[in-house]
């Protein structure tokens, strides 16, 4: 019986990680944790039946303790339930699908207690993988990597540890917005902008995907994940998404991990590695398939993605800058405060603006991200 911890339980990777187990019936929920979503939250304990679950505010906490007084469940809230879940015992395996730099305290505190880290949380290696990957190696705890690109890296090496990688193709859908030119996107509004044409997922990965800062998040993280320099990461434009990305070794040998898009399969390998489970699901069909096709990033377009090369070269605490203004000018994105173009301008001028930490400490990050905060409210 494998027994996990969700933190980000009522998000597209949290409800997908529950159908996994809701199918495969040998996974036991242990703890859940939500944002503000206590309605979802009591529908997933009544069935799941987990020791304890959390919420992000305490009158949401005080709500849903009274929804479920009928049950044997404890509930917490804010950044010290997060923490208490986290190092609990009776688990194996964390799932980290919460959204933003909330889960770096958690994670943490997950690798000292030796937990798996079942890895969905981009944020926390783009800014604390200089923290985060020593400890992990220290306490000889796995990282798991959930997201599709880096799932498909991670199968790709299976069995080639020990061969040298010349490259990682990190694939992209390229989003909505593919093609189009920077003068198009001017007239981007939120609507369009939620418009995957490929995947479902939670509104503000949704939009990074279409500025393509999510693949420059992605390209951070790999250089963490997989010990790898910025220049051996290379996106490619793949419309189609059906290979989730490739590893070249040096003999110039291309493994790639292919399948239809389909977030359970990467969780699910994540939750029961290294063995492979049947996984209900459309099965990719190549005779169906009429074509694949492949095409450079335009990095002008695109500012986002080269402003994440830039960010991981200077290292430090520009990840975290260019993380947190991101984070910011989403959300006045989807408040139709600022343009879609706006995006990456704020990116960029948080990295040049905040003040630089070759080696930040977890404070450090966290005042980076405040600092970079402070910076763009006050240009509104």
Partial sequence: ??????LGSTGSIGTQTLEIAREQKDIEVVALCAGRNAALLEAQIREFSPKAAALWEEADARDLKNRVRDLEVKILWGMEGLLEIARMEGYEIL?????GMLGIRPTIAAIEAGKTIALANKET??????LIMPLAAGKQVPILPVDSEHSAIFQSLNGERE????????????GPFRGKTRQELLQVQVEDALKHPN???GKKITVDSATMVNKGLEVMEAVWLFDVTPEQVQVVVHPQSVIHSMVEYEDGGIIAQLGTPDMRLPIQYALYYPQRRPLSGKRLDFYELSAITFERPDMET???LALAYRAIREGGNIPTAYNAANEKAVALFLQRKISFLDIPELIQGSMEKVRYKKLPTLEEILETEQEVYQWIESRW
Wanted: net charge positive; glycine share 8%; aromatic share 6%.
């Fill in 199 to 201: 995947w479902s997922m």
């Fill in 95 to 99: 799932v980290t699908a919460i959204v």
């Fill in 163 to 174: 061969n040298k990688i010349q490259r990682i193709l990190l694939t992209a859908s390229g």
């Fill in 1 to 6: 019986m494998k027994k996990i911890a969700i």
């Fill in 125 to 130: 290696l783009v800014t604390a993988g200089h």
């Fill in 302 to 304: 695109f500012a986002g």
